[in-house]
């Protein structure tokens, strides 16, 4: 009868002790962004905690305000594709790579070219707004927010 009792107790206390464990991870979920390929499937595997697309929610598309435009997605796993247009003087550049940083609430994709770092910045509660920002030497010399024009994709290699 005691062991009944003790394994009784061990089970609502283990049971107990995951969910709160689940709990305290869906309390946190303000964490770095971690991205990398996996390849020791044989395969290009991404493992990336701040995906552009999850379930419904998906950034790709192409967003702009009266300055500028861009079109953003994910060519293949860990190759992501960034286009952008000055509608000022028409100047466009069309920008490669994987450098995800960040937090899971406001992930940000990284592009660099000819010494300016060019940031998307989203947030998954929000499919239709990216910010771009563009620095040189670790001074911004833009910073707009770009409201989702269509799903189109434009650019690209």
């Known amino acids: 009868m005691k062991l009944k ?20 991870k869906a309390n946190r979920p303000n964490q770095p962004c971690q991205a990398r390929l996996d390849t020791r499937t044989g395969s290009d595997d ?39 247009k000055n509608k000022r ?12 940083r960040g937090t899971t609430n406001r992930p940000q994709y990284r592009f660099s070219d000819r010494g300016i770092t060019y940031v998307v910045t989203f947030q998954y509660s929000d499919r239709n707004t990216i910010r771009l920002e563009m620095y040189r030497n670790n001074q911004a010399i833009a910073n707009q927010l770009l409201a989702r024009e269509s799903d189109k994709l434009i650019g690209g290699p």
Do not use: K
């Open 5 to 24: 009792a003790i394994a009784l107790t061990t089970l609502c206390t283990l049971s107990l002790a995951l969910s709160l464990s689940f709990a305290a």
């Open 46 to 84: 991404e493992v990336n905690n701040c995906p552009i697309t999850v379930g419904n929610f998906s950034i790709r598309g192409t967003f702009s305000n009266s300055n500028w435009q861009a079109s953003f997605w994910a060519w293949e796993p860990a190759y992501y594709i960034l286009y952008v």
């Open 89 to 100: 003087d028409g100047s466009e550049i069309n920008l490669t790579g994987f450098d995800v």
